[in-house]
């Protein structure tokens, strides 16, 4: 029975070999769209590209390769080392890379796979060499190409030449350094606008997060589930919604400007415009994130604890200072890097509400979409702004990796967790209530401000702006979709629908290799994968833009650039969910399934993937989400004719076509909702109701 | 099934996690159709000397055959070895019919086929009619028998236990204990078998290998081990034994062991004249509450614990540093703390091992030791 399967391993390699030439001898070579020189390599190495056919070399080597698995490897890792000489240094010249050349890359990294499988490698488990090999290419090519890019274009001027000078002189620019505003000057340099701005949002959103948390964890109010309500919004929000809410509230014409002048006669002006817009917006959107975080820590501190320090006779309120307090330091720690770094990435509130107020992600769009197209510009305010967000990331990973307080045990933990000191309670509360009416009013506003003539001005019902963006028409020839709204709006969840299992299943393979498979460098390979979440969405976007414009990889105006673009940037938090699933799978359970003859890949279908049914419900709706809520990242890859939502939005409100946009976030915010249903209703349980095995 | 060939055969085999060495140059052979226990305190590589059987681990040195095939660089899933995990390991999400298929299904055998072979040795485990049970629903002793079927099912040339009755209570274990050996000598099964309990480890083996150290340190048939250990270890861990300070004079086949106003003439064992240790079991010896009698020894009760079946003592000896572990039979009349006695030892009870320092493993410098006082002991068992 054993030996009819070890035999099928040998049969791998010829599979593949056969896949190889069949991707060189019939595939399109060159070109994702196809297009007149859809050719195969073989055609195109016999009418004139002859480096195409070394390439051929890589199936015979393979085909006499028994017994020898040495010459496995060394055909699979040399097709791919000559894919890339023949494609970076003749291929100026030549097309982009298709579906032929990835056919073929794909064929000799899984010969390579099963050479060094062959050879004792994980175990002999071809599968799992294969997926490691497959998870840090593309990541490297998908990753780690694109910031490489960046990295080359900042020290070269606009016509590819090597230039440092330049680059130094760009580096130390007075408008990224500049600190005009401290001697009562204009204003200050965009890295240190963006700078003081992470620091207050890090620091609001800790202790706002932290007084919710406190208010829900320590506390015995009623409105207990509309705080967890609020903790999903962000998930569901557009980020940039926020800050076109606020404008409809408290711009110049918005409806509590009206209302003050109204009632108190005070003048309307644009202090939203700016920085302290900018700070209300993003506090309401990254207080939940603060919050859940917090919420967390404050539920690992174990109450037995603090009932502990209550019978050692000490009061409420030194409990809270010398016992509560510093378990939860570290975690406040985690919250404000957290806050700090979605300050920095964040590109929707400051395009929306930051007028005047320049930070390093917009700072890097409108170096290259403004009059003045720059890209070695955007490149160095992409590596600024890349340089504080992976401090932050990296000061992050040390902090929580080096002490956690945490005190969760296996054991119930039968405490009543100590309420309040009575002041500290009060302070929650003020810091809490006006953060809850505002939130309230901004939903409100976006749900319901869409539907009438003018928020603020002329409330009266209309659905205008609905039927703009959604209407159906009635022509000679059937129904058709007139609404302005329904190209992007189709485009987008085409592209989410395509993102969300890819993403998914890359995370969760992620994670498996991960925390299952001991190989040389796993450490380096996660941080690298998690690394990739801390990359702000303008930087992936303009590094995009510069590795996958011209050949050997053309892929920007396609849709699956975007795909591209939102997997890899999605899959952290696929990654992340798979983790902290699979620490609660018994290890046994995979080591019972390999001494029983199952291989990884079957292990992985029929024992893991089953019990992970959490962890791949969650990551497919955040890719689904996030796919439909990002903004940074697509708006510069969108192309006319695949156009994203959150763009068409973001440009509806810069027009000042409030009601359009509204409406619109409205509808996104919806569809998600009704989606995230769908997903878990889907996906569903697992089917056991406890873990069955003793631990 | 094999017939000639050595069922497992471990050769110079090393394991390093590293810096640390779990399994140390260990070399072992296992004949077909016996049970073999590897038995050793937590952190001795027994459960890793198992893991690379299983193939779970691959080694750093050395060479491993099965069936006389060297499987050295072959994974899990490709050696003909089933394993019934500490904590069974049973698929949660997997009815109790389809735990059982797994194997058999991942072999590529058809369903029809598997399910027949699989109800064939759930029925041999007791558990006919529990087919469509999720593991979830079923007692710790039931999911263990799961556990078998589902190991015995794919008829492994060498089916391996991980402490099998770790999680199950006192009364139960004795009784599956019993039911593993029963199964392994109806089917002629080769199996190993790691555990930490040497009384489990007695009574189901052909043979112990005791593992210490991450080495080898005595292989032998139970009665071996616990008659003639090789050294303080073996006779510390397995029979619980007192570690007594004696000399030691060789005479012919003989030596005679003289502690304080007590000699015993014993085998001599190759142990050097001059100091020594005797081991001595204690149930070998005998308290008596009077003065002493020649070759015996004058002692005082220390500490007594009434245990129902037994009394156990701790007993100081006149001029020997330390306590003896002593237990007695006698629970009519309890002796108080304090009580003057007098000590015998039953010459069939005790054993010269080699003093510490010479060529034994572990144990503290000089004294007397009663069980569980050394620094490198063992967990014991509740009895």
Redesign the interface.
Known sequence: MRTALAGATGSGPIAWALIAIVSLALVPWYGIEGGPAAWSALVHGWRGHAWLLPMLAVPVLACCSTGRPWLLVAAGLGGLAWLGVEAFAIGRGQPALGWGALAFAIACLMLAAHGLALRGWCRGDVFTVGAIGLVAGSILVFVGYPVGCILLSAFQDNAGRLDLAAFAAKLTDPSIWGLGCLQGGRSCGIAWNSLAQAVIVGVLTTLLGLAFALVSARTRVRFKPLLRVMSVLPVITPPFVIGLALILLFGRAGMVSNLLRDWFDIPRSRWIYGMPGLTIAQLLAFTPIAYLVLLGVLQGVSPSMEEASQTLRAGRWRTFRLVTWPLIRPGLANAFLIGFIESLADFGNPMMIGGNFRVLSTGVYFAVVGAAVDQGQAAVLAIVLLAFTLGAFVLQRLWTGRRSYVTVTGKGDSGVPATLPPVLRGVCFAAVAPWIVLTVAVYGVILFGGFVEAVGTNNTPTLAYFRTAFAIGRGDHGWFLAGSAWNSLITTLEVAALAMPITAAFGILTAYLLSRQPFAGRSLFEFLTMMSFAIPGTVIGVSYILAFNVAPIELTGTGLIMVIAFVFRNMPVGIRAGLANLSQIDRSLDEASFTLGARSSVTLRRVILPLLRPAVATSMVYAFVRAITSVSAVIFLVSGEYNLATVYIVGRAEYGEYGLAIVYSAVLIAIMVVALLAIQALVGERRIGRRAVAA | MTGMADAVVFDAVTKRYGLVTAVDDVSFTIAPGTLVTLLGPSGCGKTSTLRLI???E?PSKGRILIGGADVT???????????V?????????MSVMDNVC??LR????KRRAAEAMAADKIGAVGLSGFERR???E?S?GQ?QRV?VA??IV?EPKVL?FDEPLS?LDAKLRRRVRDDIRALQQSLRLTVVYVTHDQEEALAVSDRIIVMHRARIVQDGTPRQLYEQPSSRFIADFIGNANLIPITVARDGDFARATLGTMTLRLPHRDVPDGLAELAVRPEAIRIFARAPQPNEIAGTIRKSAYLGSHIEYEVALDGVPGEIFVIDGDVAAPLPPGTAISVAIAPGGATIVAAPGGATVGGAPGGATVGGAAPDQPERQPA
């Not at chain 2, 660089?73 to 394993?83: I, T």
């Open positions: 299983a193939g779970l691959q660089h072959l994974s899990a899933a490709e050696r003909d070895v089933s394993m995990f500490q904590s069974y390991a049973l698929f949660p999400h797994y194997g991942a072999g590529g055998s999720l593991p979830s079923l710790g999911q556990a589902r190991a794919l391996l999680n």
